[in-house]
């Protein structure tokens, strides 16, 4: 069982940047993906950023340019930093692991993101 805990929500204005960190509690290194999902009031779970075990990475499009995934192995971190942050990012954030492929097997329990002026 992996446990995620993310960190660094909060609210920004919009242009703005944050970036979100995921520790998971044991090694990640091994795992076939990680990966930030998102969720809007009203709307569905989505697919944000993933990076795989080999380091590819991929984005949805309307993030594309704007967000980074990355991953530190040795600190059992991912990280996804975002700049120009618009409002319509404003979202709770979560971090998954995958163990393989499909559905993400373990999630955190999200962090609030809030872009407004």
């Known amino acids: 069982q992996v446990q995620l805990v993310e960190s660094g929500g909060g609210l920004v204005q919009p242009g703005g940047s944050l970036r979100l960190s995921c520790a998971a509690s044991e090694s990640i290194f091994s795992l076939y993906a990680m990966g930030w999902y998102r969720q809007a009031p009203g709307k569905q779970r989505e697919l944000v950023a993933r990076i795989m075990r080999g380091g590819g990475t991929n984005y949805a499009g309307s993030v594309k340019g704007r967000f980074t995934i990355s991953r530190e192995n040795a600190k059992n971190t991912v990280y996804l930093q975002m700049n120009s942050l618009k409002p319509e990012d404003t979202a709770v954030y979560f971090c998954?692991?995958?163990?393989?492929?499909?559905?993400?097997?373990?999630w955190g329990q999200g962090t609030q993101v809030t872009v407004s002026s």
């Open positions: 998954t692991a995958n163990t393989s492929p499909g559905s993400p097997d373990y």
